[in-house]
């Protein structure tokens, strides 16, 4: 929980959740698709998201933890990331896409039984319920719920959470604008949305894409995280529309009493202004309400 003072109406973010997707992680790290150093990028994004300052209340992977979901994949990315994990005073968060291999990722990061079992859990981070669902279906990459699951989900929403529900899969119910990446996209949506009809759902994270992108599902925001591996060239028309070593990004969730914000954090070292210092920002918390506006708003 976040120690800032209140400079408006709401109050600090009652949970944080760095949301992380795609690593896409190789046994001995060989250059994905002849390209990418998916191993430099991932200690990148974790070194961004320790410049943060944030204290999460939790870290979560939306999928394709790996790329072919080798053992020794999943060995690597837990070396990597579990250090980060321990220092921020976060449990981590993993969640299945479909590069991963099931049996692989329950043995390699969950320290579970190696099973085809799909890849559930339901974490309480102080209140807020984070559910991580398995929208793998094994053997291919498109996504799907299938109905065992669906009922597992509808008993545990049955009950609200103090501070609510957040949902986290790979694959996100929304369209892309790249036409070919639907092909994959999550299948029978309308069965999902029945299992979350009036629950107490707040948000949705997903990845998937390679680039940040959000809407809405069943009433419920959804928010997806671009990846660290490597991104979408957006810049080019939806059918030419391919890879880049460059925007790599991950979001900073802040849940508040009434709303959820994702930030988008690009993964890059540059230099920063030194205009809002943490001096300041005491002289603001110093000050009454009107006359930080006086200080701040007004237009000299």
């Known amino acids: 929980m976040s120690s800032a003072p209140q400079f408006g109406r709401h109050r600090p973010a009652a949970r944080t959740i760095v949301h ?19 191993a430099a990028n ?29 053992p020794e994949a999943y060995a690597a990315l837990r070396s990597a990331v579990e250090p980060v994990a321990a220092r921020l005073g976060a449990p981590i968060v993993w969640v299945a896409g479909n590069h991963d291999e099931r049996p692989a990722l329950r043995a390699g990061l969950l320290d579970a039984a ?37 009922t597992w989900l509808r008993a545990i929403l049955a009950e609200p959470a103090p501070l609510g529900t957040i949902l986290a899969l790979h694959h996100p119910p ?3 604008h790249i036409p070919f990446f639907d092909i994959l996209e999550l299948r029978h949506q309308s069965d999902f949305a029945d299992a979350i ?16 992108t959000s809407g809405t599902f069943a009433g419920v925001p ?13 810049q080019r028309p939806p059918q030419e529309v391919n890879g880049m070593d460059a925007g ?6 802040h849940v508040y009493d009434d709303t959820i ?12 202004a030194r205009v809002f210092t943490a001096e300041w920002v005491a002289e603001m918390a110093r000050l009454d309400p009107d006359e930080r506006l006086e200080r701040f708003s007004r237009k000299r």
Not at 55 to 66: C, W, Y
Not at 248 to 253: G, I
Not at 261 to 272: D, F, K, Q, R, S
């Open 20 to 38: 992380i997707s795609d690593t896409h992680l190789l046994a001995g790290n060989p250059p994905l698709g002849g390209r990418y150093d998916t």
């Open 261 to 272: 914000t994702h930030a988008v954090v690009p993964v890059v070292e540059a230099e920063t």
């Open 114 to 150: 190696p099973t085809l079992e799909p890849v559930t859990a339901v974490h309480d981070l102080g209140g807020l319920r984070l559910i991580a669902l398995d929208s793998t279906v094994p053997g291919w990459h498109h996504g799907d719920l299938d109905p065992a699951q669906l």
């Open 42 to 70: 991932l200690a990148a994004t974790l070194g961004a998201v320790e410049r943060t300052g944030a204290r999460p209340d939790a870290i979560v992977f939306t999928g394709d933890l790996t790329d072919l979901g080798e």
């Open 197 to 212: 009809a009036g629950s107490d759902v707040r948000a949705i994270l997903a990845g998937h894409l390679h680039y940040s």
């Open 248 to 253: 790599q990004s991950f979001h900073l969730v």
């Open 174 to 176: 929304l369209p892309s």
């Open 222 to 234: 959804v928010s997806v995280a671009s990846a660290t591996c490597y991104t979408m060239n957006l």
